[in-house]
């Protein structure tokens, strides 16, 4: 009799903790809704079945698009005949490299699926995580690279070779990291490509010397940020055979930085000197520089945390250089 009692008292208990169960984990599930919304800024007024895409195209994430675009400003701002000529192309190259900033980042998380779902900071994107499967990836990878499309068909004809000529090393980026130490430095030349796709649309005559200085300090400088930005991920590289320069230059790190941020600014100086000549736009490759070397102090003993201020950090010194070269606009 004591047990049926015992027993009747347990089962009665039991609807109250499968409701107490039941509410903390509805609680738990808005809780993580509410900080997937946050984290999506002005796109959380999409549906919610939009936000997987959202994600991984890293719209939420304007810093990869940002420093993407940045060096076909410098261009436009260095070589355009007129400030609104300059404007215009910034707007395109703003346009275009959203968008395949977007469409890499689905390239990039179509290879490294697997590898992704291994990494913790990489493990809740759509694909790692099955939100979305990979046909529907590659529609909507279909659909970013339309919008691109139309963009490079409103430039040059022969602005359409030279970004098509990109597309190798877009597809081959996720593949460095496999097979070299070093591909930070195959980032570096595909994030740079928007310098001699601009150079193309203002000059029929834009391969030259002092751009392809502009170009190799823009990978200089990219490889420089994107070492940092890989610290975040060492152990669990390490755990997957991952290659990165990060655990290339090792105890080197603030060294090797260094140096790639050295050759960005000598470079740099090289290119735009050839273009502009003295002028008001070295007050912003001065500023650039001092920000560079800002970074590097921050390197000893750098958490987690710190690579990803530092790496975000970057636009700054890219807008602070744009900001520079557009005083070039000003009467003389």
Request: glycine fraction near 8%; hydrophobic fraction near 50%.
């Amino acid at each position: 009799m004591g047990d049926i009692n015992k027993q009747t008292l347990l089962d009665r208990g039991a609807p109250k903790r499968l409701s107490q169960s039941v509410v903390m984990t509805k609680k738990s599930d808005q809780q993580t809704s509410q900080s997937s919304d946050q984290s999506l800024g002005v796109w959380s007024h999409l549906p919610r079945s939009f936000h997987p895409y959202i994600f991984i195209a890293r719209l939420d994430r304007p810093i990869g698009w940002w420093l993407l675009i940045l060096p076909g400003w410098w261009i436009a701002a260095a070589l355009s005949e007129t400030l609104i000529s300059a404007l215009w192309l910034m707007g395109l190259f703003t346009l275009g490299g959203i968008t395949m900033r977007g469409a890499g980042c689905v390239v990039n998380d179509l290879w490294d699926r697997r590898i992704d779902a291994q990494v913790a900071r990489t493990a809740s994107r759509p694909l790692a995580s099955g939100a979305i499967t990979p046909f529907k990836a590659l529609i909507f990878l279909g659909f970013l690279s339309a919008i691109g499309l139309l963009v490079l068909v409103s430039l040059p004809q022969r602005s359409w070779l030279v970004a098509i000529a990109s597309f190798p090393l877009i597809i081959c980026y996720p593949l460095a990291k496999r097979v070299t130490g070093w591909p930070q430095l195959v980032l570096g030349l595909t994030f740079s490509w928007a310098v001699p796709v601009a150079a193309s649309v203002i000059s029929a005559a834009w391969l030259t010397m002092p751009l392809v200085a502009v170009y190799l300090g823009t990978v200089m400088w990219i490889t420089g940020y994107d070492t940092i930005y890989a610290v975040q991920d060492q152990e669990d590289d390490k755990r997957a055979g991952i290659k990165s320069s990060a655990l290339s230059l090792g105890r080197y790190l603030r060294e090797g930085v260094f140096c790639f941020y050295t050759a960005a600014l000598l470079f740099w100086s090289y290119g735009f000197f050839m273009m502009l000549g003295p002028g008001l736009w070295l007050a912003g490759l001065g500023g650039a520089a001092a920000h560079l070397y800002w970074q590097i102090s921050q390197l000893e003993g750098m958490s987690a945390i710190t690579a990803r201020r530092l790496f975000v950090s970057n636009r700054t010194a890219g807008l602070i250089l744009t900001a520079g070269l557009m005083l070039s606009f000003l009467p003389q």
